[in-house]
T-cell receptor
Framework: AQSVTQPDIHITVSEGASLELRCNYS??????LFWYVQSPGQGLQLLLK??????LVQGIKGFEAEFKRSQSSFNLRKPSVHWSDAAEYFC?????????????FGTGTQLKVEL | EAGVAQSPRYKIIEKRQSVAFWCNPISGHATLYWYQQILGQGPKLLIQ????????DSQLPKDRFSAERLKGVDSTLKIQPAKLEDSAVYLC????????????FGPGTRLTVL
């Protein structure tokens, strides 16, 4: 069965500092990996996704993530955090379904940005 | 482009009452998903439709939860009767049917069961 672990429940960074959110996955085949962001009262918005090819994936809002098969990781990074990045971040792995895909989410990392 | 619409946004009910949530997906999206997100947890898939057929409902508590998508567009999720542990945000998402297509999420319905 597929699973995702996000070891950090809360992270606090200063505005302008760099950010790395950790994600480890478990999946029996080639993983398909996603990062979503959820702001208060909002639905989830896709930041980036990895299906194949280049292991460094660029996303929206200046985020990037690197797939490392040897470490079963897909960590999210941003070189300089803005106050508006404060939100909850979810990593997910997809399994094939009969049409579309079946996402399994981690428990999320709450990001706080100090001004 | 209109996003995924959900209603109501908030609902408070007593335990053992019934409740229904409505979802209108993005136009043209054949695949529709319902997720349950309990406070402090990630979303958990309850049911997935492809057009008006069920693809996966393995995590749907079928003794009290039901869902339908009769015309392959809008969908409703019902809980009858509700329990305290059903308090959660219910998220609807939709996508095109290809495996690589992105799921787009609605704002969710926050359910409180007293």
């Amino acid at each position: 069965a597929q699973s995702v672990t996000q070891p950090d429940i809360h992270i606090t960074v200063s505005e302008g500092a760099s950010l790395e959110l950790r994600c480890n996955y478990s999946y029996g085949a080639t993983p398909y990996l996603f990062w979503y962001v959820q702001s208060p009262g909002q639905g989830l918005q896709l930041l980036l996704k990895y299906f194949s090819g280049d292991t460094l994936v660029q996303g929206i809002k200046g985020f990037e993530a690197e797939f490392k098969r040897s470490q079963s990781s897909f960590n999210l990074r941003k070189p300089s955090v803005h106050w508006s990045d404060a939100a909850e971040y979810f990593c997910a792995v997809a399994g094939r379904a009969g049409g579309g895909n079946k996402l399994t989410f981690g428990t999320g990392t709450q990001l706080k940005v100090e001004l | 482009e209109a996003g995924v619409a959900q209603s109501p946004r908030y609902k408070i009910i007593e335990k053992r009452q019934s409740v229904a949530f409505w979802c209108n997906p993005i136009s043209g999206h054949a695949t529709l998903y319902w997720y349950q997100q309990i406070l402090g947890q990630g979303p958990k898939l309850l049911i997935q439709f492809q057009n008006n057929g069920v693809v996966d409902d393995s995590q749907l508590p079928k003794d009290r939860f039901s869902a339908e998508r009769l015309k392959g567009v809008d969908s409703t999720l019902k809980i009858q009767p509700a329990k305290l542990e059903d308090s959660a945000v219910y998220l609807c998402a939709s996508s095109f049917p290809d495996f690589t297509d992105t799921q787009y999420f609605g704002p969710g319905t926050r359910l409180t069961v007293l």
